[in-house]
């Protein structure tokens, strides 16, 4: 198995448990694909990544939110921020579990060091 298919998967099954404090109106985007909207735009490093993709959507009809992270719907920016600033981090502890289990060698701890941040 894939490591980065068992991290997106583990995460977007913690992001779909995510409380939806839309009130009466539900809705039309998952609250999988904030928390998947939120994790591209870091992983992709672009603050501009999803307007982008929201672009290439529009005019290929497909954008590699879909195809790379499984995002259904993307939300803007300010959107995310809306609905997941109110998210205990805590609710983010178990989505490597899948990972975990399917690969008998990953790490406890991951370091990830970004270019321009001090190591």
Known sequence: MKLLPSL???LKTVCAAFPD????RGG????????LSAFAMFFMQSA?????????????????CQSLFGIEKIPS???IRDMLDEAAPALLATSSAPA???EPHFPDEV?????????
Do not use: H, T, V
């Open 8 to 10: 997106l998967s583990g």
């Open 21 to 24: 404090l839309r009130k009466g």
């Open 100 to 102: 975990r289990a399917a």
């Open 48 to 64: 501009s990544f999803l307007s982008f993709q929201r672009l290439l959507e529009k005019g290929q009809g497909r954008s590699n």
């Open 111 to 119: 370091l990830i060091i970004s270019p321009g941040c001090p190591s």
């Open 77 to 79: 920016d300010n959107y």
């Open 28 to 35: 039309n985007i998952a609250m999988a694909d904030f928390g």
